[in-house]
């Protein structure tokens, strides 16, 4: 039996409002910037919350704009970032990026296409800033919404990009903006890629629990 989509996510909108938010969404309520959103995205990627926005303050007292970017090497944006995942592939995307927005008469594209010819930008970036930057309908799948979705028997997908495409058909539209936030928010606070805490979750008596092993020394049987 499929399950009620729209449920369960009225159900995690609810539990998670006095979870930790994750750093996009606490860069866009600091700041409407497309910018910082956009660069806060690109530093997230394999990154914990916590060295992502410890990474994006510094970067940001030395360079708010895209302008002021442009001035900084490579190196003086490596050092900035420092330590968060990738930190040199990334610093060599930021140093690029002043240059990729020209094309763009110096802003942030709001447009999928435009978002993909950008520096370090792949789908989930592109999808995440046109979210929380535009507000505009776009479904950003990450490793949590990926994996969730699978255990809710809601798609059956092997990959991310699979997901996307399947929710693109599937999800109703209403829930695009909001199902990466509410799924990563989850993701980090309760259904854990490993040992997932089924024990406190409030979809205990309705989740299909696919692919799910039980936590260890847990007597509940999942």
């Known amino acids: 039996m499929e399950i009620d989509i729209s449920l369960f996510l009225e159900k995690l909108r609810e539990e998670i409002i ?24 690109i530093l997230s990627a394999r990154t914990k919350d916590e060295t992502t926005a ?16 442009s001035t900084l090497s490579q190196e003086q944006i490596r050092e900035l970032i420092y330590p968060v995942g990738f930190y040199k592939a990334k610093a060599g995307y930021l140093s690029k990026l002043p240059e990729a927005l020209r094309a763009f008469n110096g802003e942030v594209p709001h447009d999928l296409d ?31 919404v990926h994996r969730i979705m699978n255990i809710w028997g809601y798609v059956d997908t092997r990959t991310p990009l699979e997901t996307e495409m399947a929710l693109r058909k599937k999800l109703p539209v209403h829930h695009w903006q909001e199902v990466n936030t509410i799924l990563v928010t989850f993701g980090q606070g309760t259904c854990h890629p490993v040992s997932p805490h089924c024990d406190r979750c409030v979809l205990l008596n309705l989740c299909p629990k696919n692919g799910v092993k039980p936590r260890k020394n847990l007597s509940l049987k999942l």
Do not use: M, W
């Open 54 to 69: 410890r990474a994006a303050e510094k970067l940001f007292k030395a360079a708010p704009d895209s302008k002021s970017l």
């Open 114 to 144: 435009h978002l993909l010819t950008l520096p370090g930008v792949g789908r989930k970036t592109a999808s995440l800033v046109l979210n929380v930057a535009f507000q505009k309908d776009a479904i950003c799948v990450d490793t949590h």
């Open 18 to 41: 006095t979870y930790k938010v994750p750093v996009v969404e606490l860069v866009s309520v600091q700041t409407k910037d497309p910018f910082k959103i956009l660069v806060a995205t």
